[in-house]
Nanobody, 125 residues
Framework: QVQLVESGGGLVQAGGSLRLSCAAS????????IAWFRQAPGKEREFVSA????????NYADSLKGRFTISRDNAKNTMFLQMNSLKPEDTAVYFC??????????????????WGQGTQVTVSS
């Protein structure tokens, strides 16, 4: 198993930036595809971005391309989400998740077995 802990959330004005971190412990971090999901009040959890085991390939939700950047540091068992030009509609709880499934199949929350507790991101207008 792998344990995941998110940090870096907070309150930011529209147009601002935040950098989320996800620290992993347990099994070998590089064995897992890692992703970010988010869930706004009253809405379903949605895919944000995923990164391959090596960190060489990333997927993004179409609406977020160009504003969000995912990265990972396998030596430090940590993943990051750099969020720029934030909008009020980005307000949500952001979760990191891990899976051993194939990267090309890792766009659905159902593919992920391990989840962090989430970190709140609030963007004010």
């Amino acid at each position: 198993q792998v344990q995941l802990v998110e940090s870096g959330g907070g309150l930011v004005q529209a147009g601002g930036s935040l950098r989320l971190s996800c620290a992993a412990s347990g099994r070998t971090f590089s064995n897992y595809v890692i992703a970010w999901f988010r869930q706004a009040p009253g809405k379903e959890r949605e895919f944000v971005s995923a990164i391959s085991r090596s960190g060489g390939i990333a997927n993004y939700a179409d609406s977020l391309k160009g504003r969000f950047t995912i990265s990972r540091d396998n030596a430090k068992n940590t993943m990051f989400l750099q969020m720029n030009s934030l909008k009020p509609e980005d307000t949500a709880v952001y979760f990191c998740a891990a899976t051993t499934t194939d990267f090309n199949s890792a766009l659905s929350a159902r593919s992920y077995s391990y989840w962090g507790q989430g970190t709140q991101v609030t963007v004010s207008s």
